[in-house]
């Protein structure tokens, strides 16, 4: 199958930096790519869709302004967590559409000190 | 909106027996039906998927079925390996369109007993 590829897959930074997330397709070019979060135990929670070339479609209770979302090309999206505390520690994962299909990352495990 | 539920939420079955994971939606217009696995610490891989075209697909160990009419769709794995432990989820998008957000199940955590 397709791959997807995010980086970095774990990052450990202080409260009150922001941490970029990358989303790149390796073989295919995507036009709609999507952000989860995902806590222990639970299923993937989407938080925002993104698309190429316009600006991103959050899930309702998501911050925009504290989840930047950009998708400046076909093969990389990007997530950037803003202002990051605590709470925002999470296992964070990216798919990019190969339509019908999304191709899943290995996901960023985030951990806020 | 689209509304997928699964079942069950934990499976153990001994190895080289079968399990069997079901899931239902409840968009009528929905037409593919994707099954991930998910080890521990990594992002959900494909493993197969279903179109509504078709009611069986079958690939090595692993099999999917398809009720469009009732609305379920199933996971079936047969002779289980201890590498088969995992999360399981069923997803259904509603619709059928470039942008459509995909509907996850609330996956099922199996274990293959030695």
């Known amino acids: 199958g397709a791959v997807v590829s995010q980086h970095p897959s774990w990052v450990i930074c202080k409260s009150g930096t922001s941490v970029k997330i990358e989303c790149r397709s390796l073989?295919?070019?995507?036009?709609?790519m999507f952000w989860y979060r995902q806590f222990p135990k639970q299923s993937l929670m989407l938080m925002a869709t993104?698309?190429?070339?316009?600006?991103?479609?959050?899930e309702q209770g998501v911050e925009k302004d504290k989840f930047l979302i950009n998708h400046a090309s076909l093969t990389l999206s990007t997530l950037t967590v803003t202002s990051a505390h605590p709470e925002d520690s999470s296992f964070y994962i990216c798919?990019?559409?190969?339509?019908?299909?999304?191709?899943f990352g290995q996901g960023t495990r985030l951990t806020v000190v | 909106g689209e509304n997928v539920e699964q079942h069950p939420s934990t499976l153990s079955v001994q190895e080289g027996d079968s399990a069997v994971i079901k899931c239902t939606y409840s968009?009528?217009?929905?037409?593919?039906f994707p099954w991930y696995k998910q080890e521990l610490g990594k992002g959900p891989q494909l493993i197969i998927d279903?179109?509504?075209?078709?009611g069986e697909k079958k690939d090595q160990r692993i099999a999917v079925t398809l009720n469009k009419t009732a609305k379920h769709f199933s996971l079936h794995i047969t002779e289980t390996q201890p590498e088969d432990s995992a999360v399981y989820f069923c997803?259904?998008?509603?619709?059928?369109?470039?942008?459509?957000?995909?509907?996850f199940g609330s996956g099922t955590r199996l274990s293959i007993r030695p």
């Open positions: 798919s990019a559409r190969d339509f019908p299909v999304d191709f």
């Open positions: 073989d295919f070019q995507a036009t709609t």
């Open positions: 993104s698309n190429e070339g316009s600006k991103a479609t959050y």
């Open positions: 968009d009528s217009a929905s037409n593919y």
């Open positions: 279903i179109r509504s075209n078709v």
């Open positions: 997803a259904a998008p509603p619709g059928y369109s470039s942008a459509s957000k995909i509907i």
